[in-house]
């Protein structure tokens, strides 16, 4: 029969690890939350294309206008 003492610094450690997975868990749920807005926030599916930073004359809006 194993005896188990759990000592008083166990406790500190695991409350330090909730407390940590806690705050990580958070900034998960943050960036989350901010890359489902701006993706609501565009509305238009084509334009999702617009942010590799690349140049694509087809999102040139003065392509279609006779350019510059």
Known sequence: MAIKVEH???M???GRNLGLGLI???LVAIVF???IVK???LG???KFQGYDHVVQ???DDQAGEGGQ
């Open 44 to 46: 238009d599916p084509d």
């Open 8 to 10: 008083e610094l166990h």
């Open 24 to 26: 990580l868990a958070a």
């Open 57 to 59: 004359p087809m999102m």
């Open 12 to 14: 500190r450690r695991w």
């Open 33 to 35: 939350g901010l890359t």
């Open 39 to 41: 993706i609501l926030a």
